[in-house]
T-cell receptor, first 112, second 114 residues
Framework: SQELEQSPQSLIVQEGKNLTINCTSS?????LYWYKQKYGEGLIFLMM?????EEKSHEKITAKLDEKKQQSSLHITASQPSHAGIYLC????????????FGTGTLLAVQP | KAGVTQTPRYLIKTRGQQVTLSCSPI?????VSWYQQTPGQGLQFLFE???????NKGNFPGRFSGRQFSNSRSEMNVSTLELGDSALYLC?????????????FGPGTRLLVL
């Protein structure tokens, strides 16, 4: 079965610093989703990547899917306290289903 | 459009009781999926419904069940509650079923079993 590993597990950065979160899959990714979660709340959709080499940006967040479609990265530029939360990557499990396989998450704290 | 809504937001139950959680998808969305989130296991898929039919089921005991109504609203039921059922239950909706279909999540229902 497919597994997603995220690194680092947690991250503390000073406001204004850049950071990168990685998501590595044990199998080829056919759809990779990035979500953000505030503790104890629902998941907020950030971006979805499907094609090898694809890159998407929204405000100060950029997500990339490598050419081999087994690794994705999420990069935040000039971090702000509002970026704090848990970042989760999720992968399409394949077939005619919406089931997502999720990584273990990365906890991000941004110090003012 | 209004987002995915879940009720209730918080629940406290005792072992052996049963519970029903409700999810209203985004207007026009016909697919609803349920996930359980715990600190130890992370996010795990429970089941998925489309047009009132269960399309997929995760590896959970039969105590966990669900259904979807003709208006796409969905409910999940947990019978004979155990302490380990304490979790955040999240539902997600999407327009259709298949790869590349973005799922939008609700705020979750926090269940505490005492």
């Amino acid at each position: 079965s497919q597994e997603l590993e995220q690194s680092p597990q947690s991250l503390i950065v000073q406001e204004g610093k850049n950071l990168t979160i990685n998501c590595t899959s044990s199998k080829t990714l056919y759809g990779l989703y990035w979500y953000k979660q505030k503790y104890g709340e629902g998941l907020i959709f950030l971006m979805m990547l499907q094609k090898g080499g694809e890159e998407k940006s929204h405000e100060k967040i950029t997500a990339k899917l490598d050419e081999k479609k087994q690794q994705s990265s999420l990069h935040i530029t000039a971090s702000q306290p509002s970026h704090a939360g848990i970042y989760l990557c999720g992968a399409d499990s394949g077939g005619a289903t919406n089931k997502l396989i999720f990584g273990t998450g990365t906890l991000l704290a941004v110090q003012p | 459009k209004a987002g995915v809504t879940q009720t209730p937001r918080y629940l406290i139950k005792t072992r052996g009781q049963q519970v029903t959680l409700s999810c209203s998808p985004i207007s026009g969305h016909r697919s609803v999926s349920w996930y359980q989130q715990t600190p130890g296991q992370g996010l795990q898929f429970l089941f998925e419904y489309f047009s009132e039919t269960q399309r997929n089921k995760g590896n959970f005991p039969g105590r966990f069940s669900g259904r979807q109504f003709s208006n796409s609203r969905s409910e999940m039921n947990v019978s004979t509650l155990e302490l380990g059922d304490s979790a955040l239950y999240l539902c997600a909706s999407s327009s259709f079923v298949g790869q590349g279909e973005t799922q939008y999540f609700g705020p979750g229902t926090r269940l505490l079993v005492l």
